[in-house]
């Protein structure tokens, strides 16, 4: 995302462009940038261009990234709501875990890709 963050050009970035500059396989890029796709955060105008934002970069959050992958975050698995644990009621750790994903999810909700952009 900070590949095509980075690319201002109307005709974007090129995969080929990213996997080069983040030193990684278009095979491992492939399905990275299918799940960007189908989370609505990036596009290609046609089959010889690049890849561009769906919207700007400050309005895109290191949240819907991450969720563009897995769903929430859940530091532990017992914070997930599926989950079936035996000591979920008497858990004496249950509330700190809660209240650090929460401080890591208001994190990643509050800084957006155009903060990353800058950052490096």
């Known amino acids: 995302m900070i590949e095509i963050a980075k690319h201002t050009s109307e005709n974007g ?3 080929k462009d ?3 500059n983040q030193s990684i396989s278009l095979k491992y890029l492939d399905p990275i940038l299918n799940s960007l796709k189908v989370a609505n955060l ?11 934002l769906v919207k700007p970069a400050t309005e895109i959050t290191i949240f ?6 897995e769903p929430g975050i ?3 698995d017992c ?6 644990c035996s000591i979920d009621t008497k858990c004496d750790v249950k509330g700190f875990w809660c209240e ?3 401080l890591i999810s208001d994190k990643f909700k509050s800084v957006t890709l155009s903060e990353l952009v800058h950052i490096n």
Do not use: P, W
């Not at 819907?64 to 992958?69: D, K, L, T």
């Not at 914070?79 to 079936?84: E, F, M, R, S, T």
């Open 13 to 15: 970035v090129l995969q």
């Open 18 to 20: 990213i996997a080069v």
């Open 42 to 52: 990036i596009k290609k105008k046609s089959h010889k261009e690049g890849y561009i």
């Open 64 to 69: 819907e990234i991450h969720n563009a992958f």
């Open 74 to 76: 859940r530091i532990m």
């Open 79 to 84: 914070l997930d709501i599926n989950n079936d």
């Open 100 to 102: 650090l994903n929460t």
